[in-house]
């Protein structure tokens, strides 16, 4: 079944349910795959497509709930942590930090690279094989572990 056609069914029990929060999220997120398959020019996104786009609407979540929080705001910052939550039951499983570590060195290794500027090359490697499944920001910090930058 294709994650779209997944996100429908959902949302179909959803509102049968009426689960307020979790329909408003779940059009939220059809909308946003719908939206990135017209950027692309397609009919709909792969999964691999949807599970990037989720992995973003997650990082917007997270960072709006800082943001909330900073500005005293719980009721808000509690909407989005209920979201961000119903955003992660869609995502894989994130990699734990033993495992993308055994990633960037097997590509090092593959790469036969070193230094500071190899970084953009073992992170070309590397990128489609954690997609939507790791934190860029750690991700880069342990190829620069790797690389010995």
Do not use: H
């Not at 497509?49 to 973003?56: D, M, R």
């Not at 997270?62 to 509690?78: T, V």
């Not at 979201?83 to 992660?88: F, G, M, N, P, V």
């Not at 990128?127 to 920001?137: F, I, S, T």
């Amino acid at each position: 079944m294709a994650f779209v056609d997944q996100i429908s069914k959902q949302l179909m029990e959803a509102m049968k349910a009426r689960d307020e929060l979790k329909v408003s999220t779940l059009r939220m997120i059809k909308a946003a795959l719908g939206a990135q398959a017209i950027q692309k020019g397609k009919d709909s996104l792969d999964d691999a497509e949807s599970v990037e786009v989720l992995g973003k609407m997650l990082k917007q979540r997270e960072e709006s709930i800082a943001a909330f929080e900073k500005g005293n705001r719980p009721d808000l910052a509690d909407k989005e942590r209920k979201e961000a939550e119903i955003l992660k039951t869609y995502l894989p499983e994130p990699l734990s930090e033993a495992e993308l570590k055994t990633i960037v060195d097997s590509a090092v290794k593959e790469l036969g690279l070193s230094g500071p500027q190899a970084l953009g090359a073992v992170m070309k490697v590397v990128m489609p094989k954690v997609a939507g499944r790791a934190d860029g920001k750690m991700l880069n910090q342990l190829v620069r572990q790797a690389l010995g930058a």
